[in-house]
T-cell receptor
Framework: GAGVSQSPSNKVTEKGKDVELRCDPI?????LYWYRQSLGQGLEFLIY????????KSGLPSDRFSAERTGGSVSTLTIQRTQQEDSAVYLC??????????????FGPGTRLTVL | AQSVTQLGSHVSVSEGALVLLRCNYS??????LFWYVQYPNQGLQLLLK??????LVKGINGFEAEFKKSETSFHLTKPSAHMSDAAEYFC???????????????FGKGTLLTVNP
């Protein structure tokens, strides 16, 4: 595709429910990143994928959060038993390869998650 | 650990006036530096970046920024503001070292730019 796409664009859920957020990176981009943007915390790094493996999951806020990437392409961020503090915009980005440190990260439009 | 400070969460200028958005970083080694812009309900778009070479970098939409190592700063400027520049601007850093967390961006809190007619 022309850019990074994310779905859904908006998600409203009830506290305690599980949600899945999807990211389609730019074709050919081997590196994929998830960030969270919230009013209180600003933009925070969550997790990074190189291919299908996630060398760094240190930004995931709790064990309710998990992510996977299949086929070196699509990634899914799953939040189990959602809490109100999970309400935020979840941004996905991709880049050609992290080994070339200057590669730009291209961001998707984000998924706005609201937990009632 | 790296950190980014953006002075002023909200900056208001008149159309045609100079835009100056401030960014200071804290890092043991000078990092790569970025400015992103976010329009309402959209993702982040890269305005410009500094990696190596000339310390004055030019980006899209007439913006530029200067890396000043001695001041650990990377302020964003534009000589004449347009109404279309109204958006939120984020400064970010990324480590230069080949090991460690050299892939993730660390962002400042953002500066909301308002342009008045």
């Amino acid at each position: 595709g022309a850019g990074v796409s994310q779905s859904p664009s908006n998600k409203v859920t009830e506290k305690g429910k599980d949600v899945e957020l999807r990211c389609d990176p730019i074709s050919g981009h081997t590196a994929l990143y998830w960030y969270r943007q919230s009013l209180g915390q600003g933009l925070e790094f969550l997790i990074y994928f190189q291919g299908n493996s996630a060398p760094d999951k240190s930004g995931l806020p709790s064990d309710r959060f998990s992510a996977e990437r299949t086929g070196g392409s699509v990634s899914t961020l799953t939040i189990q038993r959602t809490q109100q503090e999970d309400s935020a915009v979840y941004l996905c980005a991709s880049s050609l390869a992290d080994r070339v440190l200057r590669n730009e990260q291209f961001f998707g439009p984000g998924t706005r998650l609201t937990v009632l | 650990a790296q950190s980014v400070t953006q002075l002023g969460s909200h900056v208001s200028v008149s159309e045609g006036a100079l835009v100056l958005l401030r960014c200071n970083y804290s890092s043991s080694v000078p990092p790569y530096l970025f400015w992103y812009v976010q329009y309402p309900n959209q993702g982040l778009q890269l305005l410009l970046k500094y990696t190596t070479g000339a310390t004055l970098v030019k980006g899209i939409n007439g913006f530029e920024a200067e890396f000043k190592k001695s001041e650990t700063s990377f302020h964003l400027t534009k000589p004449s503001a347009h109404m279309s520049d109204a958006a939120e601007y984020f400064c970010a850093v990324r480590a230069q070292n080949s090991g460690g967390s050299n892939y993730k961006l660390t962002f400042g809190k953002g500066t909301l730019l308002t342009v008045n007619p």
